[in-house]
């Protein structure tokens, strides 16, 4: 647990710092060009790049890319060095023939995302940014591939410190947009604009990639293009990465049918379309890419060669740690984001192009998700117990049933909910999708390693929620207090009730947490005492 924890919490803080400049990013974004038809169209283009490289890379990258490069470091006599050499000159060779093709495609991948009619000013704004955006493909996939090989090699801090640098330099172009730029409003938006909108946002992922490859440098690592295909597995990466990737086009599949039904939501009602669906999912994803993905990254190469060597009761103890420690921190944060959602958003979002009412319908979208926040990231550690398998196929059907019901439930919602509710419909589909899909997760990791532990799960978790109660009521009793009495939501009503439910909320739940002796939080309150006290 010790070892996880300390792992886990160098890994936190980059992932924190990385958020916290997320939040900046969004919330310049937010204020330079708004939630409306700019803002959409840059959204749609800007999510497109991560859908693609989903598709291509990065769930291949968790999924065979890591468990074979530890096999590799344990069984080639280099230690595995020339495979990752290997590894590196394929991927970027291939990156970039996808980014050029990207480019090309941009109005059909536009057209394919979107409910927008071609010849629309917002589709055509969408297929410009998309052009400019689409490049990073190649630098975000090679830094991607980098930060995969320092994590064998258990150097975790670069590959969560490196999208501070991104961050900052969006940062940069937002801020000097909403100086020089023309607003949000999508009619007046020059080529000009867009260009600095785009190519600013680019130029943030290649300062990403250029640190990582850097840290890789820094670990002894000495890139040699390789084009010896064939020692490099293709056929063994092939047959395991084909149900990855089977997996990531479902996934993508109901991804897509979101942003559709989001747009043409966004057609009827002005900021209630792509852009606070997108938004809100950010804030959701905070939470776990703090503290799950910080878990996930150190548990998944020890839980790959405790399979390796046979020591199924090591993988039942690592998956077992990883749970109960991402929920003791999850369950107290998605009762709080169900509760205090609005009064999280309009201090970031509800400035500049973006109005307060804007904000709150934001807000209101992040707290259906705060249901999802839980069964999410326990199914995203369950995944991982196949893959240290290298079983890649069981998530693919996982991940399609649970796809499957996010997308029947979305339409569902869509149809029967008024316009203005449809994004938070389509986040209630994504929470129980996602419940749902854990649940059956669970049945059929449980059988792969005999035994999940679930009894001490479940009554680890049940005394969370307990030890959270007091939390929420705080939280609910600020929300009414300055909703009723002081008049609503404002800038300075929503800080002063963040700091009352939030700040004194999670201080409460470390307290009772603590005296209720749940040992994860003991952990953590332990590790902060020490570091204050040196």
């Known amino acids: 647990m010790s070892r996880m924890l300390r792992a886990s919490a160098i890994m936190a803080a980059g992932t924190m710092v990385s ?5 900046v990013r969004t919330m310049v974004l937010a204020y330079a060009i708004g939630t409306a038809a700019l803002g959409d169209a840059y959204n749609a283009a800007y999510a497109i790049p991560y859908s693609i490289l989903d598709l291509l890379l990065l769930g291949v990258l968790s999924s065979v890319v890591v468990p074979m490069i530890v096999r590799a470091q344990q069984s080639d006599e280099d230690g595995g060095r020339a495979y990752e050499q290997r590894l590196l000159t394929i991927s970027t060779v291939a990156l970039i023939v996808v980014a050029v093709a990207a480019v090309l495609a941009a109005p059909l991948l536009i057209d394919l995302y979107t409910d927008w009619d071609p010849g629309s000013r917002r589709f055509e704004v969408a297929v410009t940014l998309a052009r400019f955006i689409l490049p990073q493909l190649a630098f975000f996939g090679v830094g991607a591939v980098a930060g995969a090989i320092l994590n064998t090699r258990d150097r975790y801090g670069a590959p969560m410190w490196a999208p501070v640098v991104n961050n900052l330099v969006v940062i940069v172009v937002f801020v000097l947009y909403a100086v020089v730029g023309t607003g949000g409003d999508i009619d007046k938006v020059t080529d000009t604009d867009l260009a600095l909108l785009g190519l600013g946002t680019t130029a943030g992922i290649v300062g990403q990639a250029v640190v990582l490859i850097v840290a890789l440098r820094r670990a002894g690592f000495s890139f040699v293009p390789r084009f010896d295909l064939r020692n490099a597995r293709l056929g063994e990466m092939g047959r395991a990465g084909v149900w990855t990737i089977g997996y990531v086009v479902v996934t993508q599949l109901g991804f897509m049918l979101t942003t559709n039904l989001a747009s043409s939501a966004g057609n009827v009602v002005a900021g209630h379309g792509i852009s606070p669906y997108t938004l809100a999912f950010q804030l959701f994803q905070l939470p776990y890419g703090v503290i799950g993905v910080s878990v996930i990254t150190a548990m998944l190469p020890r839980m790959s060669r405790a399979v390796a060597d046979g020591r199924f009761a090591d993988v039942r103890e690592e998956f077992g740690s990883s749970v109960r420690l991402v929920c003791s921190l999850m369950v107290p944060v998605s009762l709080l984001l169900m509760v205090l959602g609005p009064a999280i958003t309009v201090p970031i979002y509800g400035h500049g192009a973006n109005s307060v009412a804007d904000a709150v319908y934001i807000g209101n979208v992040l707290q ?35 796809t499957v019901v996010n997308a029947l439930l979305m339409v569902l919602f869509f149809v029967l909910l008024p316009a203005q509710y449809a994004v938070m419909g389509l986040a209630l589909a994504y929470a129980i999708a996602y419940g749902l899909g854990a649940v059956l997760a669970w049945m059929l990791a449980s059988r792969r390693v005999r035994g999940l532990g679930g009894w001490a799960v479940g009554m680890a978790m049940t005394r969370m929620y307990l030890a959270a109660i007091p939390t929420a009521v705080l939280a609910l009793a600020s929300v009414w207090l300055f909703t009723t009495v002081f008049g609503g939501l404002d800038f300075l009503n929503s800080v002063i009730v963040l700091a009352i439910g939030g700040g004194l909320g999670i201080l409460l739940y470390l307290g009772v947490a603590h005296r209720m002796r749940i040992p994860e939080v003991n952990s953590i309150v332990g590790m902060v005492a020490r570091r204050v006290g040196r």
């Open 19 to 23: 958020r916290v400049t997320g939040f």
């Open 368 to 402: 259906v998700y705060g249901l999802a926040l839980v069964p999410f990231a326990v199914f995203q550690l369950l995944l991982r117990v196949f893959y240290s398998f290298g079983d890649t196929r069981t998530p693919v059907f996982i991940g399609a049933g649970t």
